[in-house]
């Protein structure tokens, strides 16, 4: 028995703008109609029928219940309240498989990782299987197609049936050391993806890391449910000690075996990454949106809301969003985590916030705001139904532009239809919904002293969220 197991926490700081704290890459739709995370599981049609385990922070569980329910995929979604890295949280869904008193094998997957060769992932996870059953803690090694400076390497060992003794992991090297690696042909790319038996890695924990495995097990002892949701206990998980699986335990683990992966991998970890994994033209540019490209070569250039031109460039980045404009050359594609790094240090909200806002019921895009107004586009999917709240800083104008809104203030509930609008005074109670069959959209025009999201109070949510969320 395979048990899928998603990891979902990630922030992918060097594809911003793009990717941002609210917004992480794996649900960006980067590469095709689906967005990374929803990829990760369409590749599993066919491997096993066993419902995935999808661990993620607690902050993006209705992004993630959002993008299940758009490809009709159930999976047993599990929060962790903040990131401890990957040895706790694969700790945690072998402990929940054993719940049942099975043993499966754990296939763990980073929810945000593009394959194009899925038949080809497939076989490798088939080879990996017997090793798994043999008791070795099986991680997948890519094939390098080229010197890489940003991905960690795997040393292979002696041969297996199906792999090798995995030997040693190696760092990040530089550009020297990369191709040196490569040249050898005893060297993969570090995936971070792994097969094995649940019992096993738990034993290797309890030798290895016993209190993180402590520490897990108090937080499985003590998890409890919220509406779909499986909240791990806060406390304990907060106190797990944070590190990789392969820190915590590959390295030093004397069954750790390597089975190799050609399936077209890429972990579009960078724009350079992400330029090499879609389609060009004949210049070697990929483009997206609103673009105008003249003596322009081996570029990437993503527009989301204007015009993007440029002339007479090569090897640059372009990504332009609703409040960010990054251009970078693409052998600086890297150091945007350390970009990203300076902007919070200076306490902006670019790295934090998405111009697009996703809340269970829909979604908030904000499109003009001054020092005592904000305007936004607002859209309330069918069924959906916002908070019984009020603000205490500011009041709100709705102008709804096409569907029809129940509107609730104070004891007052009526319908706003197209072309229409409505006023809620600062301090009064309130409450919208869409009972339509389409969604249902609107602008809303803020005005007051204070404009922060968290000047909600909430008096009755069927979502059951905090005041800032």
């Not at 794996?26 to 491997?47: A, E, I, K, V």
């Not at 997206?288 to 070569?297: I, N, P, S, V, Y």
């Not at 350390?338 to 306490?347: H, N, P, R, T, Y």
């Not at 020092?371 to 709705?398: D, F």
Request: charged share 20%.
């Amino acid at each position: 028995m395979i048990q899928p197991v998603i990891l979902s926490g990630g922030s992918g700081t060097r594809l911003w703008p793009l990717s941002r704290e609210q917004m992480p890459k794996q649900f960006l739709r980067l590469t095709s109609s689906q967005s990374l995370l929803q990829q990760t599981l369409s590749r599993l049609t066919g491997l096993t029928d066993t419902v995935p385990m999808l661990m993620g922070h607690h902050s993006h569980r209705f992004l993630m219940a959002e993008q299940l329910r758009e490809m009709d995929h159930a999976a047993t979604l599990v929060l962790e309240p903040e990131g401890r890295n990957t040895a706790p949280a694969i700790a945690c869904a072998a402990l929940l498989a054993r719940r049942t008193g099975d043993d499966p094998l754990l296939l763990v997957l980073p929810a945000d990782h593009v394959i194009g060769d899925i038949q080809a992932f497939q076989r490798s996870v088939s080879l990996a299987v017997p090793l798994a059953e043999m008791g070795y803690l099986v991680t997948f090694g890519v094939v390098p197609t080229q010197p890489e400076t940003g991905y960690g390497y795997i040393a292979c060992g002696e041969p297996l049936e199906g792999g090798h003794h995995l030997a040693a992991f190696i760092e990040k090297p530089d550009a020297k050391r990369a191709a040196e690696l490569v040249d050898s042909g005893d060297y993969l790319w570090n995936s971070g993806m792994f097969l094995l038996r649940a019992s096993n890695y738990l034993e290797q924990l309890k030798r290895l890391q016993p209190n993180m495995l402590k520490a897990c097990e108090e937080a499985v002892s003590s998890a409890h449910r919220d509406l779909d949701f499986l909240r791990l206990g806060e406390a304990a998980f907060r106190r797990c000690p944070a590190d990789s699986i392969d820190y915590a335990v590959m390295e030093r683990c004397e069954h750790a075996a390597v089975v190799s992966l050609d399936a077209a991998w890429s972990d579009i970890g960078s724009f350079d990454s992400l330029w090499s994994a879609l389609d060009t033209d004949a210049a070697g540019n990929s483009a997206k949106g609103d673009t105008w490209l003249t003596d322009t070569q081996d570029s990437l250039i993503i527009a989301e809301h204007r015009l993007v031109a440029t002339l007479g460039v090569k090897d640059i980045i372009v990504v332009e969003t609703s409040d960010s404009v990054l251009v970078a050359h693409r052998d600086n594609a890297q150091q945007v985590k350390q970009l990203v790094a300076e902007l919070i240090k200076m306490e902006r909200s670019e790295p934090h916030s998405a111009p697009l806002v996703h809340r269970p019921w829909g979604s908030f895009q904000a499109m003009d705001h001054g020092e005592r107004y904000q305007v936004k586009h607002i859209t309330v999917k069918p069924g959906g139904r916002l908070s019984l709240q009020r603000h205490h800083h500011r009041a709100e104008h709705w102008v709804v532009v096409s569907g029809t809104a129940q509107v609730t203030i104070g004891d007052h509930s009526f319908l706003v239809t197209e072309n229409q609008s409505t006023y809620i005074p600062i301090g009064a109670l309130h409450r919208l919904e869409n009972t339509g069959k389409i969604p249902l959209e609107l602008i809303e025009v803020q005005s007051g002293s204070y404009l922060g999201e968290d000047d909600i109070e909430r008096l009755d949510d069927v979502y059951d969220r905090d005041n800032d969320e």
